[in-house]
């Protein structure tokens, strides 16, 4: 947990969802697996706290100038975006990668559309907070529960920026770019999904289940 955080570079956090966000999507499954497990943030935990060190250094180096009077908040340009206080980190959507799952068959072209649709909706996302949160809007509500149900997850604290700011973001190009071999057993499915961030690409099987009709991510 991490009280009061500060943001002070939206773009550092875009930095870390770029090289995260995609890649949770190939990181889910069942959490009785007995495979080694991988744990990946939806929410970027690790992202707000490396900001938080990078500004805690900051604000420890020494000065040998006197210090200034209080002044008004400088106007911010380009990446810079207004601190953002947090009062604590949100809680992390962790995934195992597992095998497709059991007595799976060759999903209808319904369910496949759904489901690669649902993967690859990320891509839609134009800021920082939609980027963030799209993965828990889309997960299922047993997951989300065990995490403290949605009030746990407060968006607020993350900047409404556009993505397209961001040179880093720019530059690492995060992409769904595959999404193949959908099972589905009943009410629950899998898929291997191929995703790429920062010219790392990795594959992974993921887990869905579908809820009230609608496929989530699941585990």
Known sequence: ?????????????????????????TA??????SQEKETTSAMTSTSVATTASETSEAAAAPSTEEPAPASPEPVHQGNNVPPVAVNEAMPELTYNNVPPIDG??????????????????I?????IRD???????HTCQRVINEQGGP???????FPDVPLDDF???RKAKPSIDNVDSVQVNGNIASASVTATAGGD???ATQRFERENGEWKFCR
């Open 1 to 25: 947990m991490f009280n009061r955080i500060h943001v002070n570079r939206a773009k550092k956090i875009a930095i870390a969802v770029a090289a995260s966000s995609a890649l949770v999507l």
């Open 28 to 33: 889910c499954g069942d959490e009785g697996d």
């Open 104 to 121: 799976g068959a060759p999903a209808t072209d319904a369910d496949r559309q759904a489901i690669e649709n649902l993967v690859r909706g």
């Open 123 to 127: 891509n839609g996302a134009k800021t």
């Open 131 to 137: 980027y963030i949160g799209y993965v828990p809007a």
């Open 151 to 157: 009030a746990a997850f407060d968006l607020s604290q």
């Open 167 to 169: 040179e880093e973001y």
């Open 201 to 203: 690409t990795n594959t």
